[in-house]
């Protein structure tokens, strides 16, 4: 999938009870749309925190959005990502037919970011 205008991002995490948890993905939703304001972004949670999946890709929808990657922000694959966002991802295709939706590995699996745990880890030792 190329980056056209018609393309969005969601970043989608797990959720919290303590509001103050989601504060990095504001922070990250923050720096994304000001490094690329053409491409509007989304934040979803899997629970205890607003808006869902659903909502996210609906707010898309509405900028007349038709291309979506989902990042998850989570570390590794586990249970929610191996069980729970797969059939949320269906449920979500059925919802939303006419959009191509499209999901990236757990952020915490790209070596670019484990790159940079490292090079955050050195800068913490020095």
Request: proline share 6%; aromatic share 8%.
């Amino acid at each position: 999938m190329g980056i056209t205008t018609l393309t969005g991002v969601i970043y989608f995490g797990h959720g919290a009870r303590d509001i103050r948890w989601r504060e990095p993905f504001d922070r990250l939703k923050q720096l994304w749309q000001s490094a690329h304001p053409e491409i509007p972004c989304e934040l979803a949670f899997l629970e205890m925190m607003t808006p869902s999946l659903t909502h996210a890709i609906q707010h898309l929808v509405d900028q007349n959005i038709q291309q979506i990657k989902i990042i998850p922000v989570f570390f590794g694959q586990g249970g929610h990502l191996r069980k729970d966002f797969p059939i949320l991802l269906e449920e979500a295709r059925a919802q939303f037919p006419n959009v191509a939706l499209s999901a990236s590995c757990a952020v915490g699996e790209s070596d670019l970011i484990l790159q940079s745990i490292l090079g955050f880890t050195i800068e913490q030792i020095r």
